[in-house]
T-cell receptor, first 112, second 114 residues
């Protein structure tokens, strides 16, 4: 069966520090991968998606970047965090063809 | 991006059916209709999805209007564990491949009363 792992679960980082969140998927090949962010009391905002290794599409201009160094690995990064980067970050995967998405358990990031 | 309209909140009694409506008047022919639900501090959970025909699974049923401009998620017997935010989303196809992205709206907060 397919599983998605996302870590860490919680993170407190000072303003200006770097960020690296990792997401890995097991049990499938060539998944579509997604990073979402949910600010407090808000809906989910799509940040990045990837259809293959090294292929990244950005949805919203921001202080973040994403990379996909391996087929089932998706990384969200920042060189210098801002207070506005605080939120609940979720990784998700799907297969092509309209299938359902599976979300990870999320990382709650607080920038102080 | 394709958008959906849902009521902000709904209430239901335990063990009664719940009908959660969604309008998506700008839907295009290749957009799938997805439903997810989210509990506090958790990632969204897939509920059901469909394209044109009504769909049933162990969690719920999805009724899609003939013109596809609206849909209804049906929980046949609500339980307290069904209390969550329910998102109706159009999976928008991008590029020339059969892949898509989910653009979330604000969802409907469902309260279930014992």
């Amino acid at each position: 069966s397919q599983t998605i792992h996302q870590w860490p679960a919680t993170l407190v980082q000072p303003v200006g520090s770097p960020l690296s969140l990792e997401c890995t998927v097991e049990g499938t090949s060539n998944p579509n991968l997604y990073w979402y962010r949910q600010a407090a009391g808000r809906g989910l905002q799509l940040l990045f998606y990837s259809v293959g290794i090294g292929q990244i599409s950005s949805e919203v201009p921001q202080n973040l970047s994403a990379s996909r160094p391996q087929d089932r690995q998706f990384i969200l990064s920042s060189k210098k965090l801002l207070l506005s980067d605080s939120g609940f970050y979720l990784c998700a995967w799907s297969l092509a063809g309209g299938s359902g998405y599976t979300f990870g358990s999320g990382t709650r990031l607080t920038v102080v | 991006d394709a958008k959906t309209t849902q009521p902000n909140s709904m209430e239901s009694n335990e063990e009664e059916p719940v009908h959660l409506p969604c309008n998506h008047s700008t839907i295009s022919g290749t957009d799938y209709i997805h439903w997810y639900r989210q509990l506090p501090s958790q990632g969204p959970e897939y509920v059901i999805h469909g394209l044109t025909s009504n769909v049933n699974n162990r969690m719920a049923s999805l009724a899609i209007a003939e013109d596809r401009k609206s849909s209804t998620l049906i929980l046949h017997r609500a339980t307290l564990r069904d209390a969550a935010v329910y998102y109706c989303i159009l999976r928008v196809q991008y590029g020339s491949s059969n892949t898509g992205k989910l653009i979330f709206g604000q969802g409907t907060t469902l309260q279930v009363k014992p």
